[in-house]
């Protein structure tokens, strides 16, 4: 069974950092892709970023040079590192496996406020 656990969220102000967490388990983790997508209030479900089994990555425009993702295959985690965070980054982030048919974590929320 698939399980996709994620944490780290919170309330952070404009400029901060968060680190996000996804555990994932009954998976074949280090053979495929894994992502973060987020869904603001009012508004579609977006890429975040993704990782592939190699280690490469993918951002949305309005993440670059800000968050980073990365994976530990002996800990079947991804994470999302999160730096100069900003109001509009507000959302609820989910971790997504792209093998087999895909599955989504249960996300975990993020607000940037003052």
């Known amino acids: 069974q698939v399980q996709l656990v994620e944490s780290g969220g919170g309330l952070v102000q404009p400029g901060g950092s968060l680190r996000l967490s996804c555990a994932a388990s009954?998976?074949?983790?280090?053979?495929?892709?894994m992502g973060w997508h987020r869904q603001a209030p009012g508004k579609q479900r977006e890429l975040v970023a993704s990782i592939n089994s190699g280690g490469s990555t993918n951002y949305a425009d309005s993440v670059k040079g800000r968050f980073t993702i990365s994976r530990d295959d002996a800990k079947n985690t991804v994470y999302l590192q999160m730096n100069s965070l900003k109001p509009e980054d507000t959302a609820v982030y989910y971790c997504?496996?792209?093998?087999?048919?895909?599955?989504w974590g249960q996300g975990t929320r993020v607000t940037v406020s003052s």
């Open positions: 997504r496996y792209y093998g087999g048919s895909g599955s």
């Open positions: 009954g998976v074949m983790f280090s053979a495929n892709v």
